[in-house]
């Protein structure tokens, strides 16, 4: 008889937005006259930009003529997106990366889960706490983090490096030396960012120990502050330390589109091989490359009509950062990011845990968040709201939040 992978039987209870959106379903069913005002899920709500649009349909019509078909993709991506990408996203910052250290995908959710297949069974990584859920349960099926401790949240074999309120949110180097850093900058959930200095620390720290930052750079197109390096590439010394995994859901609209890119620096060498030939042989074997119609819209982002829409969008959902921000700071609630990032990290009031929070929320208000428990142990009594709703239901949200009882102080 065949036997399942047992590694994918430790996972602990359920997805996260996977129970979230049990919950919303079960009360919407019993209350279905109720609106509902959703800012748990980070997904977008504005449309893809005219810029985009236009490169999609031009990339379809070339799709219906003999002379301008494509088939497969190329296994890196094709090169005028990847140039596009070297030239706006690293040379532009003063980052020196060719295009040919760029591989395509369909989003960097997928490349932050499988990037670990191509290191040992027995590696140990280190996250922040809390922590985005794909990093840890994506080695959970790999066999590495050990057993699961129930009354800690936490895996034997995981550093977890708390980032709180004492700290400011940023994680400090770990007592015990890790083989893998997953690093997210701006963070998610927590909104928080690193500086040049800060983040030189960590780049230091992994070429004298030979660990890999994994570098999780989804929300760069949020920082507003010139302290605040877009890429860890912007630092000296990265290439020979550093992954980053880049996404074009959050900057420009292609949740249900699907892009994203992952770098790796062919100085990245560790037990004498390059990681760069790994990951190719790997996103050559499992990977058949990204539709060339959503490519040709990649491109689009880095053409001077793309950067200028896809900027007022980005000043959209801050605003709603914005609001939410200032709206709950109103009425004396102790809240974080929205500066940098999309996203609003809030001290849950009354000494309720993140879910009884989130029950409070929903019934009382009708607005949907992400408790901060289901991002690891250091989330309990946090929860998190997001900046990608409409503006009109953000402002809905925030006053239907300033009249409940339990958000007073």
């Known amino acids: 008889m065949v036997k399942v992978n047992d590694n994918y039987l430790k996972l602990p209870g359920s997805y996260l937005f996977s129970a979230i959106a049990k919950k919303v379903n079960a009360y919407t069913a019993a209350n279905p006259d109720k609106k509902i005002i959703r800012l748990g899920i980070g997904d977008v709500t504005q449309p893809i930009a005219p810029a985009l649009i236009k490169a999609l349909h031009d990339a379809v019509d070339e799709m219906g003529s003999a002379e301008t078909f494509h088939g497969y993709a190329p296994d890196l991506g094709y090169g005028f997106l990847r140039e596009a990408i070297a030239a706006g996203d690293y040379e532009a910052r003063g980052c020196k990366i060719e295009a040919d250290e760029i591989f395509i995908s369909d989003g960097a959710k997928c490349d932050c889960g499988n990037i670990q297949e191509i290191f040992s069974e027995d590696a140990v990584i280190a996250v922040c706490d809390p922590v985005y859920p794909v990093y840890v349960d994506s080695n959970v099926m790999a066999g590495r983090t050990g057993e699961y401790d129930e009354k800690t949240g936490k895996w034997s074999r995981v550093i977890y490096m708390p980032c709180t309120a004492e700290n400011q949110f940023v994680p400090e180097l770990p007592e015990e030396t890790p083989d893998l850093i997953y690093l997210c900058v701006p963070n998610n959930p927590t909104g928080t960012t690193l500086t040049r200095d800060q983040l030189k620390v960590w780049v230091d720290y992994a070429n004298r120990t030979g660990a890999v930052i ?137 000494g309720m845990t993140s879910w009884e929070f989130f029950d409070c929320l929903l019934n009382e208000a009708g607005v949907v968040g992400t408790p901060g428990s289901g991002f690891g142990p250091s989330g309990e009594g946090y929860f998190r709201l997001t900046a990608f709703g409409t503006y009109e239901n953000t402002v809905e949200a925030v006053e239907r939040m300033k009249n409940m009882v339990s958000l007073r102080k």
């Not at 750079?217 to 920082?223: D, F, L, Q, S």
């Not at 990681?275 to 790997?282: D, G, I, K, P």
């Not at 007022?312 to 990011?337: D, H, P, S």
Request: charged share 20%; with cysteine.
């Open 214 to 350: 994994l570098y999780d750079a989804a929300y760069e197109a949020y920082i507003a502050e010139p302290s605040v390096p877009h890429s860890i590439f912007e630092i000296d010394g990265a290439r020979t330390c550093a992954i980053e995994f880049r996404s074009f859901s959050k900057n420009a609209g292609f949740t249900g589109v699907r892009l994203g890119f992952t770098v790796i620096p062919k100085e990245l060498v560790r037990g004498g091989v390059m990681l760069h030939s790994l990951w190719a042989r790997r996103h050559g074997t499992k990977f058949n490359g990204a539709p060339y119609i959503v490519q040709k819209a990649g491109e689009a982002v880095y053409s001077p009509e793309g950067r200028a829409q896809l900027k007022e969008q980005v000043a959209y959902y801050m605003r709603n950062a914005k609001v939410i921000y200032e709206g709950l700071k109103e009425i004396g609630c102790e809240v974080y990011g929205g500066v940098n990032a999309p996203y609003i990290w809030l001290l849950v009031p009354g």
